[in-house]
């Protein structure tokens, strides 16, 4: 029995996709899907570039989850993932300079507009409850 690559990789990454999308958090899975969300939300969105890496599962993704269970959190939440929706995050990490390419990462817009951002470095080092705690204090400083 034989798999393909692409096929195995679909397998392999849906759990990652589902645990950000089980919590409301919008897929964009193209270029075309980031360029109508981005620049043209009002209000404050939230996008989490995905990844496979173990800090991503480790720390990014739950600390995006206990985050988001707080009372204060913003508008929209998106997601795009690296190395699988390549044209999808190459485009929203425009909206992210200055900052280098990063995965996983973590940025807050406000109308179009970045705010804030956690790097990849930021989160590999650090516990979900302190990534949490970053993103609940972003959100009380520009969601409300």
Partial sequence: MSMSF???MLDMIQPMRDEL???????????EAVEEKLPNDQGTTLVVVNSVCGCAAGQCRPGVAQALQSAVKPDR????????????TAKAREYFAPYPPSSPSIALMKDGELVHFIERHQ???RSAAEIAADLTSAFERYCQ
């Fill in 21 to 31: 999308t089980r919590l409301g958090i919008e897929e964009l899975r193209t270029p």
């Fill in 123 to 125: 989160i590999e080092n």
């Fill in 77 to 88: 939440l998106y997601t795009v993932f690296a190395g699988q929706d390549k044209e999808a």
């Fill in 6 to 8: 692409e096929r195995y």
